[in-house]
């Protein structure tokens, strides 16, 4: 931008030369104001999803730029939604950006006061040793009366209504073929 | 000149100097209040939107409400108003029910012992009469049986006005109207004066507490832009694209005038006489609002002025006393400027 | 629904502008009410009686849509002469047991008769549609085998009833449609006999005037008469009423009952499988519904089949015989080939027709293995290891102390979650440790903490309240170690299945048999949501389409030569197209928006949609037709998918001894029913009674009105020091918890708080845990708005903000006033959320319907105090001295049978 330029694109100069005498308008547009571009325009890529928080299922649009989610709001084509979102909705793009979210592996051995960080591999085979263990030593090929029962109750699950059918799915088909039978989630809550 | 400051004025973002191709039609909202179902899906759209940070974690006691006014970091604040009056042909569920005393009763009492020092934690001011209007809210009789009730919701948001006093008094051209019609303060330009702050008869504009370095945009000037950088890219304000029962109506205002009087006629015909647009007039103190709003009873029970005045009706009166000041000041920027490009 | 469903109600909105009257039935005015045309408060735990009155006015003034009503319902179905109400035995259906606390049901069966042989007529070959039906006229004929007062109707059907008596609990049932234990029943179509379910309804509800609804939910007559004007008024051939509900319905010691209560109205003004008709469940989580049809419970696999019980599942054949014995109807009778192809597609070609699938790789069940029996267990110290996944029952589950008591027992605990819950820190932070009840240094619970993916995060599907299923995209990776619930189950699968690799023990099988291969994606070996879609949708197996994909459960065989992960989920990848994903915007659709996502079962959006056409298949009316019989094309067509057999025409008879789909008739719309009729009565499935009857909650400050009996006699108690019950108002010290609260969401948040107390903008929104009370309580009480207040129960003090209002109404119930106290349940007391406070959760003891073991969690007593509550020992201390004045045993509120009365008791034991 040359100096004549910056002259001119001065507001004094333009509320003087242009059609805003007064400087409240056109004339005190800053350079900035003037390029603005929503988030949604300059995004690298648009994704539909669904909202995580209630059962409406309500259709949602999540921009991506420089693979982070910069914007999340209501999906038009929804039947369901139409567009639409509440607060929680509305709010999904700090939940999925939050800086409180953990993002390592967090252990607490037995009888200590604090969490340390673990590294996840070793975490899942910590976690695998466990229940195996568990599972050998509680195994009960048959109940007390006799009756053949096939299982472990050793360990058990909640949780699933936050999940996906496929999460679900293979969760279920895992625990089934271990023998633990108490998987629950909040549709019993 | 003199629609520029006070009266009717049909075309606030010409007037500004939109001209041409930049020139669009005045955009707004329609806010209409009998739909609003108070979810404050508007205040987080809002704020994650136009990236505003949190207002503090209080609890008010105040109904639903817990964001308590407009500021610079509420751009959208939804009001609760629990009333004994009806709301229409609705049945409110009140009648013949072991009532007794009213809840305004309550609060008058918990009010007045505060008041009188009986909190701690709210001090120890004696009462003093100001004259100012009591808490007991019209039609109310403290005591009384309950038979009527009704909940109201109001999505209260900057109001766009069409003689903007913030926008007026605003030394460094910091906000200013866009070609929608629209008052936007420009965050990189704004000082933090404040002068616009006292300017504003509702009360919605604030420059933005918190900590320097630490909270965007510390000490500006802060409120509503109407999305401006959505709406210039063809979306919708974040607000009005999440209230899911369109309670908050984006579009024309010439339009939206039209459809909100539709709806006062069919509210009326339903029953519901208290409907009544607020800010749709040209001819009011603030020459009519951008964003204006359906109520279901006066304007001060949903804590909006009843006749607002834009505080610089006067100003062009000023500003001619203050004309040669100007024109010398001018001529001299001129000449050092003029002086520079020879250079 | 404004409150939790905002979004949904924009359809309520859009209906009421365009006429619909909204009519809101809470005990609290919330922002639902804001907006309704009609708010009636009533007390909590009081909904059977109010719906119960409404049956009784529909059928006192012949409100009822009677065409519907005697081809659609078991209205003219006769009950087994053995039947008794609880009228006659002072609040006990005939065949209690007080020693168990169950019922034997088969005194509630329909007459007929066990052997289809006897060449009795059945139904009339002609379509049949009203009272033309001669032989009904002598109602007061025997109505034993075909004599005079009603027809023989065959049904098939076969489980005796007696398999169910020792039941004891409704987890054995799966989610399937209950069998009948007759073959066929007797009808009687003019509704005159006095043994037809319809002269039953009649008699049970009779009692339910409009005084006794107002004595039991506070609801003076002229407002429940409204309503009851309002419903039958707007419902009938031109016009349909919807029920909507959550879990203000289902949290109840009576819970399956109150729904069963709304599904008699429905189906009386026959308001089922019609366009805006139907009982809508809101349900409160974006793919609850999803985990219910894929189970993530103990007591079903996927597509609501049963897991199989020890002693009653023993072989194969035993357990399809227990849901689908050949004889019976309706299409339940498919489950060889649904079980099949589950065990298929985990066992593959490990499993086979002669080893029955691998049946035997399935774990057996005992009894209650519900989370709240766990719990227990946890605390008894039975439990080493548990996994919560989006879950924080330290919070969201009843009764938190126990929740935390039984966490801090465990030997190790996995939590994976967005933030560190309270459940992953209660050993830190909980209220226990503050009250001294646990020390940190002394709970031995091994916690491991995995950072979880967001929605963003991860591709799937997501079941909606409607059964439609919907996909998501992946957006993003997920941050750091944070990794999906599919990457951790798949991987621990595969180390789990490395530690057992060449094991010889039988007990490791069922693992190393397992289909566990599936194709990963990326750095991280994400595996692909797609291919297990697919293997949940299923394939044919053999013939020439080998490798192809199962266009519909239809398809499904019993003999292995297919596969498919949940039956009901079959098609959701027909033609290999992933439907779920489907994407057609809907405003280029008509109004059901078929190609949006899909729903089960074959993409059907209203279930039993066959009865928005009456008999003959045409609609019932214009404005509201919906699916109908195109006579030209010979089958079924519409806006929706047809839930009918596409080509059985309206006027098809099922020849005698005809079974499964072929045993249901064209009239027949309720296709997965063993008589292929909407149940107004039911006479067999539900533990509880066959019809509902209102029982106080288990813990209440009013006296059951109808009857000696309090509460519901069969719910699950748990007689434990560490679960006191508050005593009811008959009860010494009940005086002392003279308040009912009631608990619930508020929009701002989300249940535990888990996805919203860590989101600064939501949290600013409700940041404190308050208590909603009326003036007159907080006069009553001194309650201060704005102060604190202190609410007590059996279990626990807590603290809470109080917002005085006009929204909570005081009631007249029985002559006295009684009082509620609305409580949210979204905070938790821990260190790091954005907002914290005491739980609601923490005042709960456990009382469990006995059909699906839910908590009561939506009722219980409580006293209320100014002030916040004592802090550290002192709260232990304040809530002991209730429980001595109030005289409180582990005994009390655990009565299942109140005040037994010896008559009474042998009529019941007949």
């Keep these: 931008m040359g100096v004549k330029d910056v002259f001119l694109s001065w507001p004094v100069v333009r509320q003087l030369t242009g059609e805003d005498p007064l400087g409240r308008g056109a004339a005190a547009q800053s350079g900035r104001t003037a390029a603005l571009q929503p988030r949604t325009a300059t995004a690298d890529r648009v994704v539909q999803s669904v909202c995580p928080y209630c059962a409406v299922g309500c259709g949602q649009k999540v921009f991506v730029k420089d693979e982070k989610v910069v914007q999340i709001e209501g999906d038009p084509d929804s039947p369901v939604s139409r567009g639409r979102l509440c607060p929680k909705g509305s709010a999904s793009e700090q939940l999925v950006n939050s800086p409180k979210r953990l993002t390592t592996v967090k252990y607490r051995a037995p009888f200590a006061t604090e969490f340390q960080d673990i590294p996840l591999d070793r975490a899942m085979e910590m976690v695998a040793d466990r229940m195996k263990e568990s599972r050998d030593r509680t195994w009960q090929d048959v109940d007390g009366q006799g009756r053949k029962v096939r299982r472990t109750l050793g360990f058990a699950s909640l949780g699933g209504a936050t999940l996906d059918n496929e999460e679900n799915y293979l969760i279920k088909k895992l625990f089934m073929a271990l023998g633990a039978i108490q998987v629950e989630n909040q549709a019993r809550i | ?343 | 629904m404004a409150e939790c469903h905002p979004v949904g109600f924009q359809w309520v909105m859009e209906a009421k502008a365009r006429g619909a009257k909204v009519i809101h039935i809470d005990p609290r005015f919330t922002r639902t009410s804001a907006v309704a045309d009609q708010h009636v408060p009533l007390r909590a735990g009081s909904d059977i009686a109010f719906l119960g009155g409404i049956i009784n006015y529909i059928l006192s003034n012949e409100k009822y849509f009677r065409d519907y009503v005697v081809s659609y319902t078991n209205a003219a179905t006769l009950v087994s002469e053995d039947f008794q109400d609880v009228d006659e035995l002072d609040g006990l259906f005939s065949g209690y047991d007080p020693e168990t606390g169950t019922y034997d049901p088969s005194s509630w069966a329909y007459q007929g008769h066990d052997d289809g042989s006897d060449g009795q007529t059945g139904r009339p070959t002609a379509p049949t549609s009203t009272g033309d039906d001669q032989s009904g006229q002598d109602s007061g004929s025997e109505p034993e085998g075909s004599a005079g007062g009603a027809t023989i109707d065959d049904v098939g059907g076969e489980e005796s009833a007696d398999s169910e008596k020792d039941r004891g609990a409704g987890h054995e049932l799966g989610g399937r449609g209950a069998n009948l234990a007759h073959s066929k029943v007797a009808r009687d179509e003019t509704l005159q006999h006095p043994q037809t379910v319809f002269q039953v309804l009649k008699r049970h509800y009779a009692r339910y005037t409009p005084e006794v609804v107002e004595q039991i939910c506070g609801v003076p007559p002229e407002q429940f008469l409204q309503v009851c004007e309002d419903v039958t008024s707007n419902s009938g051939r031109d016009r349909t009423t919807a029920w909507v509900y959550s879990v203000g319905w289902t949290h109840h010691s009576t819970g399956v009952q109150y729904i069963r209560g709304s599904a008699i109205i429905q189906l009386l003004l026959g308001n089922m499988g019609r366009p805006g008709g139907g009982i809508m469940a809101l349900r409160g989580h974006a793919s609850i519904q999803g985990s219910t049809d894929i189970p993530t419970l103990f007591n079903i696999l996927p597509g609501y089949l049963p897991v199989p019980s020890a002693g009653k599942h023993d072989t194969y054949a035993d357990y399809i015989a227990t849901i689908a014995k050949p004889g019976m109807k309706g299409f339940w009778t498919k489950a060889d080939a649904y079980t099949a192809s589950l065990l298929k597609a985990w066992w593959g070609d490990a499993a086979t027709p002669e080893n029955d699938f691998c049946f035997d790789y399935l774990p057996k069940l005992t009894g209650d293995h519900g989370t709240y029996q766990t719990v227990f267990d946890m605390v008894d110290g039975k439990i080493d290891g548990y996994f919560l996944l989006g879950q924080n029952p330290a919070v969201g589950s009843a009764h938190g102390k126990l929740q935390r008591l039984g966490l801090a027992k465990l030997k190790w605990l996995v939590v994976r979650d967005l933030q560190m819950i309270e459940s992953a820190t209660f050993w830190k932070d909980g209220p226990e440790i503050e009250s001294g009840e646990l020390k940190t240094e002394e709970i031995g619970t091994e916690v491991f903490f995995f950072p979880a993916a967001t929605h963003t995060e991860k591709e799937g599907t997501f079941t909606q309240t409607q059964r439609m299923l919907q996909w998501r995209y992946k957006a993003v990776e997920p941050p750091g170690d944070a990794r999906s619930e599919l990457h951790f189950y798949y991987h621990l699968g595969r180390l789990l299945r490395e530690r057992y690799a060449g094991s010889t023990d039988p007990k490791d099988r069922p693992l190393l048999d397992l289909t566990w291969d599936y194709p990963t994606h990326g750095e991280t070996q994400d595996p692909d949501g797609d291919a297990i879609l697919r293997e949940v949708n299923g394939y044919y197996l053999t013939g020439e389409k080998a490798g192809q994909f199962l266009p519909g459960f239809v398809e499904m065989k019993a003999d292995g030569s297919t596969s498919g992960g949940c039956w009901i989920y079959c098609g959701v990848y027909k033609d290999g197209v992933n439907q779920a994903a489907r994407k057609k915007p809907g405003r280029d659709q008509n109004f059901v928006a078929p190609e949006w996502g899909w729903a089960w079962p074959m993409n059907r959006r209203t279930l039993y949609n066959r009865a928005s056409a009456d008999p003959e298949g045409r609609p019932w009316s214009e404005k509201k037709a919906y699916v109908w019989w195109d006579e030209e094309a010979q089958q079924w067509t519409g806006h929706d998918v047809p839930d009918f057999q596409l080509t059985k025409p309206p006027s098809y008879r099922p020849e005698e001894g005809a079974s499964g789909p072929d045993g249901i008739a064209g009239d027949d719309p309720f296709i997965m029913q063993a008589d292929g009729k909407g149940w107004l009565y039911a006479p067999t499935g539900l533990l509880d009674g066959p019809l509902p009857a209102h029982y106080e909650p288990a813990e209440s400050p009013v006296d059951n009105p109808l009857y000696t009996q309090q509460g519901n006699p069969t719910r699950q108690v748990f007689k434990r020091k560490d679960n006191l019950q508050n005593p009811s108002k008959d009860e010494p010290g009940g005086d002392v918890f003279p308040y009912v609260f009631t608990t619930y969401r508020l929009t701002e948040h989300h249940t535990a708080g888990g996805m919203s107390r860590w989101l600064p903008y939501l949290s600013e929104l409700q940041p404190e845990m308050f208590c909603e009370v009326s003036p007159e309580l907080a006069r009553e009480r001194g309650l201060e708005h704005f102060g604190y207040a202190t609410i007590v129960t059996a279990r626990t003090a807590i603290e809470a903000r109080v917002l005085v209002t006009d929204r909570v109404v005081p009631l007249k119930v029985g002559g006295t006033v009684i009082h509620q106290i609305g409580l949210p349940y979204h905070w938790g007391v821990g260190d790091d959320a954005v907002v914290s406070g005491d739980s609601a959760n923490d005042l709960l003891g456990l009382s469990l319907d006995p059909n699906v073991h839910i908590q009561e969690s939506k009722v219980a007593s409580c006293d209320i105090q100014p002030g916040r509550r004592p802090t550290g020992e002192a709260l232990l201390r304040y809530v002991e001295d209730y429980r001595s004045r109030a005289g409180i045993t582990v005994e009390t509120g655990n009565l299942r049978m109140t005040a037994p009365s010896d008559d009474r008791l042998e009529g019941a034991q007949q």
């Design chain 2, 1 to 343: 000149m003199t629609n520029s400051f006070y009266g009717p004025l049909a075309d606030p973002a010409g007037d500004a100097g939109w001209v041409d191709g930049d020139h669009q039609p005045r955009k707004g909202f329609f806010t209409d209040t009998s739909v609003c179902i108070g979810c404050k899906a508007c205040e987080v759209a809002c704020k994650e939107w136009n990236a505003v940070p949190d207002d503090g974690m209080n609890w008010l006691g105040s109904s639903y409400d817990n964001s308590g006014a407009l500021g610079a970091s509420t751009w959208r604040h939804v009001k609760f108003i629990e009333q004994p009056k009806p709301l229409g042909a609705q049945q409110a569920g009140m009648e013949g029910t072991a009532a007794g005393v009213s809840v305004t009763d309550v609060l008058n009492r918990a009010a007045d012992s505060a008041l009188a020092g009986d909190r701690s934690t709210l001090g120890s001011t004696n009462r003093v009469d100001l004259g100012m209007p009591t808490t007991t809210l019209p039609g109310q009789v403290d005591g009384a049986q309950r038979t009527e009730f009704r909940w109201l919701m109001e999505s209260d948001v900057c109001k766009h006005c069409t003689h903007a006093a913030c926008l007026d008094v605003c030394p460094t051209g910091s906000l200013f109207r866009t070609e929608f019609g629209t008052v936007v303060v420009q965050d990189d330009i704004c000082n933090g004066c404040g002068y616009c702050v006292p300017a504003c008869p509702f009360g919605v504009i604030d420059r933005r507490v918190g900590e320097k370095g630490v909270t965007k945009n510390e000490g500006i000037a802060q409120k509503c832009t109407l999305c401006y950088d959505r709406i210039g890219d063809g979306l919708q304000p974040a607000c009005a694209t999440a209230c899911p029962t369109q309670s908050i109506q984006y579009g024309d205002v010439d339009e939206l005038r039209e459809r909100a009087q539709k709806r006062v006629d069919a509210l009326h015909a339903a029953g519901v006489h208290d409907a009544r647009l607020y800010g749709e007039n040209g001819h009011d103190g603030v020459g009519g609002l951008g964003a204006f709003f359906l109520l279901l009873d006066e304007p001060e029970v949903y804590g909006l002025p009843p006749d607002p005045v834009v505080t610089t009706r006067d100003l062009p009166e000023m500003w001619r006393k203050a004309a040669l000041a100007a024109v010398a000041m001018l001529a001299g920027a001129v000449a050092v400027f003029g002086a520079g490009e020879r250079r």
